[in-house]
Nanobody, 118 residues
Framework: HLQLMESGGGTVQPGGSLTLSCAVS????????IGWFRQAPGSQPEGVAA???????SYAYFVKGRFTISQDSDKNTLYLKMNNLEVEDTAMYYC????????????WGQGTQVTVSS
């Protein structure tokens, strides 16, 4: 139903900004929620931000006010604008999608690395 591919990761200094992109290839009639997750070495994956099928956005408490999730009008690209990055934001970032009616994020991209370091 869906194929996802992230881009835009890199290395920035603390306080810097990055914008991640996720290209979405999908069937014409599929309805889904989509979001960003991250996983740091030695840690469990955690949700960062998401947009549901009604275009309602949600954020993890640790990124509120710093990160913004958005998508283009055709829903072909998902974005994550990250401002005021902290060392603790260093992780592999993934976009993932969950079909309407399911609670499982079944579709995942390959990930893009974000490193925040001075």
């Amino acid at each position: 139903h869906l194929q996802l591919m992230e881009s835009g990761g890199g290395t920035v200094q603390p306080g810097g900004s990055l914008t991640l992109s996720c290209a979405v290839s999908k069937s014409a009639d599929v309805t889904y929620s989509i979001g960003w997750f991250r996983q740091a070495p030695g840690s469990q994956p955690e949700g960062v931000a998401a947009i549901d099928s009604d275009d309602k956005m949600s954020y993890a408490y640790f990124v509120k006010g710093r990160f913004t999730i958005s998508q283009d009008s055709d829903k072909n690209t998902l974005y994550l604008k990250m401002n005021n990055l902290e060392v603790e934001d260093t992780a592999m970032y993934y976009c993932a999608a969950c079909l309407q009616g399911s609670r499982t994020y079944k579709y995942w991209g390959q990930g893009t690395q974000v490193t925040v370091s001075s």
